[in-house]
Nanobody, 123 residues
Framework: QVQLVESGGGLEQAGGSLRLSCAAS????????MGWFRQAPGKGREFVAA????????YYADSVKGRFTISRDNAKNTVYLQMNNLKPEDTAVYYC????????????????WGQGTQVTVSS
């Protein structure tokens, strides 16, 4: 079993920045791809970004490309999401997810999830 704990959410003004962290524990972090997803009020959970174990494969949703950066520190079992130039439409609960093998963009392919962290962007 893999446990994931997100942190770093909060309230930020439009144009500002936040960095989310997701700490993994419970099993060796090796060979786990990591993803970030988000869910706004009244909407489904959508893909944001994903990164492979080796960092050789990275995906972004079109809505965040050029503004968000996913990275990971395998020595610390932690994945990050640097969010710059935030927009009010980025307001959502952000979830970290993990899966063994290839990084994917599909929510249902990730069996392990964190509890989420709230990001609110004011205009």
């Amino acid at each position: 079993q893999v446990q994931l704990v997100e942190s770093g959410g909060g309230l930020e003004q439009a144009g500002g920045s936040l960095r989310l962290s997701c700490a993994a524990s419970g099993r060796p972090f090796s060979n786990y791809a990591m993803g970030w997803f988000r869910q706004a009020p009244g909407k489904g959970r959508e893909f944001v970004a994903a990164i492979s174990w080796s960092r050789g494969t990275i995906y972004y949703a079109d809505s965040v490309k050029g503004r968000f950066t996913i990275s990971r520190d395998n020595a610390k079992n932690t994945v990050y999401l640097q969010m710059n130039n935030l927009k009010p439409e980025d307001t959502a609960v952000y979830y970290c997810a993990a899966r063994q093998g290839t990084a994917l963009v599909t929510r249902n392919e990730y069996p392990y999830w964190g509890q989420g962290t709230q990001v609110t962007v004011s205009s």
